[in-house]
Nanobody
Framework: QLQASGGGLVQAGGSLRLSCAAS????????MGWYRQAPGKERELVAT???????NYADSVKGRFTISRDNVKNTIYLQMNSLRPEDTAVYYC??????????????WGQGTQVTVSS
């Protein structure tokens, strides 16, 4: 129901764009977002976007990452600019109610690895 793609290896300061394609039923009624999990660390919320396009970001990515959605393609995107080595993590797409998103009980896509070299 959620298919993530777009990870890869990039040098610090570079950019990547992640995509997450969702089934129509999920896309139309839910908040969607991205979490990430670095080795040895807890999974953390990166950004969310509501069905109405309201966005929210973790402080660590504000001004560098942009979450957006394409309502025709049922897809959300995470444009990541000015990447830093500390952004290295597996990124997961998720969908659900605001509470389910916040408590990590939403639907999940498979993770996509983002590696930023210094």
């Amino acid at each position: 129901q959620l298919q993530a793609s777009g990870g890869g290896l990039v040098q610090a300061g570079g950019s990547l764009r992640l995509s997450c394609a969702a089934s129509g039923s999920i896309f139309s009624i839910n908040v969607m977002g991205w979490y990430r999990q670095a080795p040895g660390k807890e999974r953390e919320l990166v950004a969310t976007i509501t069905s109405g396009g309201i966005t929210n970001y973790a402080d660590s990515v504000k001004g560098r990452f942009t979450i957006s959605r394409d309502n025709v393609k049922n897809t959300i995107y995470l444009q990541m600019n000015s990447l830093r080595p500390e952004d290295t993590a597996v990124y997961y797409c998720t969908a659900g109610s605001p509470l389910r998103i916040a408590t990590m009980r939403g639907s999940w896509g498979q993770g996509t690895q983002v590696t930023v070299s210094s």
